[in-house]
């Protein structure tokens, strides 16, 4: 088969939607190598992220063959290419396709990473919000196919759009492969020492945004083992300021260090080091950084009220995402007991083969072959 993505995230973002992308394919590649992935996307970032993926001789990059303008070549242009091409079945990662795809006999699947801008508009733009609505409806009406990261993503995708349920197929995502490697004392050493990181601390990894919810963390931290740091890995967006109020205001400032613009080669080992990961987001469409948690072999904490849970699985803890005493009192209660922790940490390790690669791509592959048929 010829298959064609929606490949803007796969050759320009370097985390979120650019690591499902770049996975999703690679893998795809890699298990069905009978078969060619051609990727589609208006440009391509320098960067070794990306260069590294299209190496990979049944991966080929597609840009834009298209007098228009080239914001437009997504929706419209596209698809004189992928005629061209003779593209089987076509896949939109990130929550469209273009307009008319099915016109021109060419089966299309789309994945939706959740609806959260419907959930909780209040963290989008008025525009923004507008205009991820408009596509994602578009494209779970007009795809033959909807693939929903999770059981909650499906769920929503049933209540706000009224899908039938037999339309949608619910894939999970894996984490990159290395955080999945054993651990190299060697290079922790060279991390800790560059990073100036503390010997005990407990983790928090993702934009650090009202949604995300670090505030929790921060109010809970002032009741958790003293002997214990914060690391906080993520890009800052305004939220960060409030958050630096409640810091100073709790007098924690040297318990707690803030990472930005790390490369991604040190994230493993930062994860693999810490004793605790505490993910208190309000809502996710399905939460990778628990995964590379427990791939790192260390205990999980999450919130409740989406799919953390789903993610984590029942080995892990959970709380309810206002409630920094719950938090606090959990905390302490991992770090006080080895017993437990080695636990969730064996437990964790049993839980998370379910998001092995080679087991996601072939239920991608499987429905794409029911799909077509």
Request: hydrophobic share 35%; with cysteine; glycine share 6%.
């Amino acid at each position: 088969m010829n298959i064609g993505f929606d490949g803007k995230r796969a050759a320009n973002n370097l985390t979120g939607l650019g690591n499902y992308s770049r996975s999703l394919i690679g893998q795809l590649a890699r298990y069905f190598h009978q078969n060619h992935y051609f990727v589609y996307s208006p440009k391509i970032k320098d960067h070794p992220q990306v260069s590294s993926f299209f190496e990979d001789a049944r991966i080929t990059l597609k840009l834009p063959q298209y007098a228009g303008p080239k914001f437009m070549w997504r929706s419209y242009g596209i698809k004189k290419q992928l005629l061209k091409d003779k593209i089987t079945l076509f896949h939109g990662l990130s929550q469209e396709i273009p307009l008319g795809l099915k016109a021109t006999g060419i089966k299309s699947a789309v994945t939706i990473h959740d609806l959260i801008y419907l959930r909780y508009p209040q963290y989008y733009k008025p525009a923004d919000r507008y205009i991820y609505h408009l596509k994602a409806r578009y494209a779970c009406i007009n795809s033959d196919r909807i693939i929903a990261i999770s059981e909650c993503t499906k769920r929503d995708i049933v209540e706000l759009y009224q899908i039938a349920p037999s339309k949608i197929e619910v894939i999970y995502q894996s984490c990159d492969d290395a955080f999945k490697q054993a651990p190299d004392l060697s290079l922790h050493q060279r991390i800790r020492a560059e990073y100036q990181l503390p010997e005990k601390y407990i983790l928090n990894v993702g934009t650090v945004e009202p949604r995300k919810n670090l505030m929790l963390i921060i109010k809970a931290l002032k009741d958790i083992d003293p002997g214990y740091a914060l690391v906080v890995v993520g890009k800052h967006q305004p939220y960060a300021k409030l958050v630096q109020q409640e810091i100073e205001r709790l007098d924690l400032g040297h318990r707690v260090i803030f990472l930005q613009g790390l490369p991604f080669s040190a994230l493993p080992s930062i994860y693999q080091m810490a004793s605790l990961f505490i993910y208190p987001s309000y809502y996710e469409g399905f939460g990778i950084p628990i995964i590379e948690a427990m791939y790192s072999n260390i205990p999980v904490i999450g919130a409740t009220g989406s799919c953390l849970e789903e993610a984590g699985g029942p080995d892990s803890l959970y709380v309810h995402p206002e409630n920094p005493e719950e938090l606090a009192e959990q905390s302490n209660r991992i770090l006080g007991d080895k017993t437990l922790q080695q636990h969730m940490k064996s437990m964790g390790q049993l839980y998370v083969q379910k998001f092995d690669n080679h087991l996601l791509a072939k239920q991608m592959m499987d429905c794409y072959l029911k799909t077509l048929k």
